[in-house]
């Protein structure tokens, strides 16, 4: 052992620093990247699953409410805003898909990873940080929502929906979506001794949140003080953000739902690095 820790990475003797110790290699493997490489690991046991139900959701929905539904729409109404209404409830729930695993993904692995599993003080065991901890999960669903966005998008084309290239973009704008509810959903979820705060969560907050946001609808026909609790929403914004870049309808408001979106993710990462402080950190 003493022999060859003198041995640098080339096969020639290591320089030592002015301290006389040897000096870490200079480019590492981040330490978050190990993180979320756990969370990856997971996955694989059921990444088969995962890739058909990706497919068979967005299948489903568009042809039952999109195309059946939306057939009736359009005969009646002559489309939605100008375009039919499978174009118009796609990007929608699109987004909306992204909120739902974005919440799922940050409410029990987060508390199964802090009081059950206890994966994260496994992981604190190891040369990590709680910010690693935190910033390796949250990079790991955004690596999941870009699986399930890429699969959304070639459905979406598919199905004749997609009407412009931006919607390339489309696919970093659902991922940011999702993380704009990752990472205030894992803050909260730190802080939880019991799940049944994440059934509150969902029926008083992510559902009503999925029907009156814009994925179904224009909010323009809610009540007016329904407006402007949609428009605060962070989903009212993936929504637009991601129809707008679908049907290529592209403007300088959708920088505005970007910033907000990209506000959101980082207040709710903000928050996090204290909630995951105080919880793992004795």
């Known amino acids: 052992m003493t022999a060859l820790s003198g041995i640098g990475a080339s096969g020639g003797p290591a320089s030592s620093g002015p301290d006389g110790n040897i000096p870490s290699r200079r480019f590492t493997t981040p330490m978050w990247l190990r993180a979320a490489g756990y969370w990856a690991y997971q996955y694989r046991r059921t990444w088969r699953s995962s890739v058909v139900t990706s497919f068979l959701i967005p299948v489903l929905y568009l042809a039952a409410m999109g195309v059946a539904l939306g057939s009736l729409i359009d005969k009646h109404s002559h489309g939605v805003e100008g375009v039919s209404y499978v174009a118009f409830l796609a990007p929608g729930l699109l987004a909306g898909t992204c909120m739902q695993i974005g919440t799922n993904d940050a409410t029990y692995p987060v508390m199964g990873a802090i009081k059950w599993m206890r994966t994260y003080l496994a992981q604190l065991a190891a040369p990590l940080s709680v910010y690693d901890v935190l910033r390796g999960h949250l990079a790991w669903i955004g690596a999941r929502l870009a699986i399930v966005v890429s699969i959304y998008l070639a459905v979406m084309a598919a199905f004749g929906v ?23 959903v894992s803050a909260f ?57 679908t049907l290529g309808t592209v403007g300088w408001a959708d920088l505005g739902h970007a910033a907000y979106l990209l506000a959101v993710a980082l207040a709710g990462y903000a928050v996090g690095r204290r909630t995951f402080s105080r919880r793992l950190v004795v």
């Open 162 to 184: 997609v009407h412009s290239p931006w919607a390339v973009a489309a696919l970093p704008a659902a991922v940011l979506t999702g993380i704009a509810f990752a990472a205030p």
């Open 189 to 245: 979820a730190a802080t939880q001794d019991k799940d049944s705060s994440f059934s509150t969560l969902y029926r008083f907050a992510i559902i009503p949140m999925f029907l009156f946001s814009g994925t179904f609808f224009p909010i323009s026909q809610l009540p007016a003080w329904l407006q402007a609790v949609a428009y605060a929403t962070p989903l009212f914004h993936g929504v637009a953000l991601c129809r707008d870049l």
